[in-house]
């Protein structure tokens, strides 16, 4: 049985107890005497091979993504053969100590491709004083590190087992956040993703990783790979850009020809019963994602009554346009739930077919200068586990979204100083603690300028708690944390009616700082 994986704890005796980590679990609805940690258990999965693997509170053990992750790292080692890894972003402190444990036997067989530079990359080698981890300790260590613009894509392989996941190498995916990931001990698939992999390595990739800078290097502008061709009948993997589909495959038979726009369209509109789809970011903003909308209507029109949209709680109230979307398909009788910050996408049609994808609903699904992957399984047992999975986190979320609510049920907050980090400190942790675990009530406001929380305490005392955040749009845009940039500013400057309040049930907040 595997070990069971925590994260660093505050105050330990290891060599991280100079680095700050609480967690706050608030129940303000003091009446029903819930209990904030009180979440419901999983349901009993199927037996899959443990194909079905996923991210929750309550997941430890071979359904842990981060223990299938660790897995084929040490089968990596084991075998001595290679590790491809890529991500939008790292900054994990176990992923990057197992990678650097690896390179003890696969030095020089270790490539990482990231999508993200400065997410990546600042938060342990420009900002993090303490210890020497992160990817220039790994480039010295032997591991070859590049960046590949717009590569949004999410899994790691080795020559014979992968795993393909919704969530980034970083704390909150791998411990924290819903997300979701498909196991796959296939060579056929080990391949598929080595040839992608590395198209985007030689092809696509504009800079190198050396010591602690990125260099800008060519790429070699043309396809001159020659590939064995993978076996009929075999699934294959889907990405995102039809023109890197048509530079893999030149007339041979590696991946899916159709993109992942396509298949989900396809699928989407093949269904008979229901259709769930749990995605990060959800916008209509061009005409690709219009027809999406459309044919979830029409859909429902023509009688498929189970229609799910599980969608996170905090996420939403950060695009106007997306909370706008949710709100027109919700009086269409689509169902539309909120759940903490699932950051899962997939897609399940007549509960017999699941498709994994590492896309957003935005702008870049069909860009063919973008580069996300998704894998399509329709194995009874593998499936039927993801529709359980599914369930459960419909059940546990909230089906209201109210922005003029009070937040009066559950507040959670995660304090991590080992992500990315704010530049200065205007309040310490166990002030804000101590104010949060004794409110009597707390909004959270959103402006153009930043974020606050208004925390009301006893004797009706208020603590606005200001966040301005650097840059908005790659927030929005790139899928990425919310709230994760910035300074933390007490006198806060921000008109309060210009604000919107925000709140759900379950909500779903973090802030993260280092100590100076």
């Not at 009446?31 to 996923?54: A, G, R």
């Not at 709230?483 to 919107?500: T, Y």
Request: hydrophobic content about 40%; proline content about 2%; glycine content about 4%.
């Amino acid at each position: 049985m595997s070990e069971k994986i925590e994260p660093i704890q505050k105050n330990s005796d290891s060599e991280f107890n100079k680095w700050t980590y609480d967690e706050i679990s608030v129940n303000l609805n003091k009446n029903k005497h819930e209990d904030p940690f009180n979440i419901e258990s999983l349901p009993d999965f199927k037996d899959d091979d443990y194909i079905c693997t996923f991210t929750h509170r309550n997941v430890v053990g071979e359904r842990s993504i981060f223990n299938k992750i660790k897995l084929i790292i040490q089968e990596a080692k084991k075998s001595k053969s290679y590790l491809i890894l890529a991500s939008f972003m790292i900054n994990n402190t176990e992923i990057f100590k197992l990678i650097e444990d690896s390179l003890e036997v696969l030095k020089g067989k270790v490539y990482i491709i990231v999508g993200n530079k400065f997410n990546t990359f600042s938060s342990y080698n420009k900002q993090n004083l303490y210890h020497n981890i992160g990817l220039s300790n790994l480039v010295h260590k032997g591991a070859q590190i590049r960046f590949v613009r717009n590569a949004h894509l999410k899994f790691i392989s080795s020559k014979r087992s992968s795993v393909i996941c919704t969530t980034n190498f970083s704390t909150e995916g791998l411990f924290r956040n819903p997300e979701f990931a498909i196991y796959l001990n296939d060579r056929e698939i080990a391949i598929q993703l080595n040839r992608v992999f590395f198209y985007l390595w030689y092809i696509i990739s504009v800079s190198v990783l050396i010591n602690d800078e990125w260099i800008n290097i060519h790429s070699r502008g043309k396809n001159s790979f020659s590939f064995k061709k993978i076996q009929k009948n075999k699934p294959r993997l889907i990405i995102s850009s039809t023109k890197k589909i048509a530079d893999i495959n030149r007339n041979q038979d590696i991946i899916s020809p159709k993109n992942l726009y396509t298949t989900l369209i396809e699928l989407l509109q093949s269904a008979k019963k229901s259709i769930y789809l749990s995605v990060y970011l959800f916008t209509n903003n061009n005409n690709n994602l219009k027809r999406i909308v459309k044919i979830l209507q029409d859909q429902k029109e023509k009688g498929i009554s189970d229609i799910r949209i599980l969608i996170p709680s905090v996420k939403v109230q950060s695009t106007p346009v997306m909370k706008q979307l949710l709100e027109l398909l919700s009086k269409k009788g689509i169902g539309v739930k909120f759940y903490r910050e699932v950051h899962g996408k997939c897609v399940i049609i007549d509960r017999s077919k699941f498709l994994l994808f590492t896309g957003n609903f935005d702008k870049y699904l069909a860009d063919n200068d973008s580069c996300d992957i998704g894998y399509l399984i329709s194995r009874p047992s593998v499936v039927q586990n993801f529709c359980l999975l599914f369930d459960h986190l419909w059940k546990e979320a909230a089906n209201m979204f109210d922005q003029n609510a009070k937040i009066n049920l559950q507040l959670d907050l995660v304090i991590r100083s080992y992500e990315l980090i704010s530049s200065r400190l205007r309040i310490s942790v166990s002030n804000l603690k101590r104010q949060i675990e004794n409110a009597k009530s707390i909004q959270f406001f959103f402006h153009p300028l930043g974020k606050m929380l208004k925390i009301t305490g006893k004797n009706d005392w208020i603590t606005n708690v200001y966040f301005i955040c650097q840059n908005q749009d790659e927030i929005i845009d790139q899928g990425g944390y919310f709230i994760m940039r910035g300074i933390i500013d007490q006198n806060s400057k921000m008109i309060l009616k210009e604000a919107l309040v925000f709140s759900v049930e379950k909500l779903d907040l973090r802030l993260i700082w280092a100590i100076n």
